[in-house]
DNA sequence: GCCAACGTTGGC
DNA sequence: GCCAACGTTGGC
């Protein structure tokens, strides 16, 4: 199957691209997505070798920051079955699970943050899932175009 | 803190 | 299956 590009959503404040950067192996598991469509695509669609773009949402400068890879494809979310995690789910049994996950891995992350303002304006993206009225999915398809304009302006690690 | 836009829940 | 109530997201 083709790479194909996605995007994360995360507030800073609780887990960043510098908290990605600095964890282990710079690599996490993507848990706690607790909404049917994005768990389709954690579950069916998102593909080890596929990029994400990382999303700082709910902060001062929403935007994109930097670039992460898929390096493992869906997989049960652990926390689903933790009676003490924040995302415990006592409806959810490990003989067929609801919650998926994918791991991470820190690539770069951005020189030039390419804010939520900045995409609003920036032709080419007006299509954007995320432009869309009223779009809180926090795993969300990101075109191959997109993916280009984005990362270019973005530019080199910092 | 406000509020629009959804998603989920649960009574019927 | 409908739909009102409620909860959450997330920009501003």
Same mark, same amino acid.
């Given at each position: 199957m083709a790479k194909r590009y996605w995007l994360f959503k995360s507030e800073p404040s609780v887990y960043s691209i510098d908290d990605l950067r600095d964890d282990k192996d710079s690599t996490t598991h993507w848990d706690g997505v607790r909404n049917y469509t994005a768990r389709n @695509? @954690?579950?069916?669609?998102?593909? #080890?070798?596929?990029? =994400? @773009? %990382?999303? !700082?949402?709910?902060?001062?400068?929403?935007?994109?920051?930097? =670039?992460?890879?898929?390096?493992?494809?869906?997989?049960?979310?652990?926390?689903? %079955?933790?009676? #003490?995690?924040?995302? !415990?789910?006592?409806?959810?049994?490990?003989?067929?699970?609801?919650?998926? =996950? =994918?791991?991470?891995?820190f690539d770069k992350a951005f020189k030039n943050p390419v804010t939520l303002k900045a995409m609003r304006e920036t032709p080419g993206l007006e299509d954007m899932a995320l432009l869309r009225r009223g779009n809180r999915l926090s795993v969300q398809p990101v075109t191959p175009a997109e993916w280009k304009i984005i990362t270019k302006q973005g530019g080199r690690a910092r």
């Open positions: @695509l @954690l579950r069916d669609e998102i593909q #080890k070798g596929d990029g =994400v @773009l %990382f999303y !700082h949402s709910s902060c001062a400068e929403p935007g994109a920051v930097g =670039v992460a890879t898929v390096t493992r494809a869906g997989y049960p979310d652990p926390t689903q %079955f933790d009676p #003490k995690a924040k995302y !415990h789910d006592p409806k959810s049994k490990p003989d067929n699970p609801r919650w998926f =996950v =994918v791991d991470v891995t």
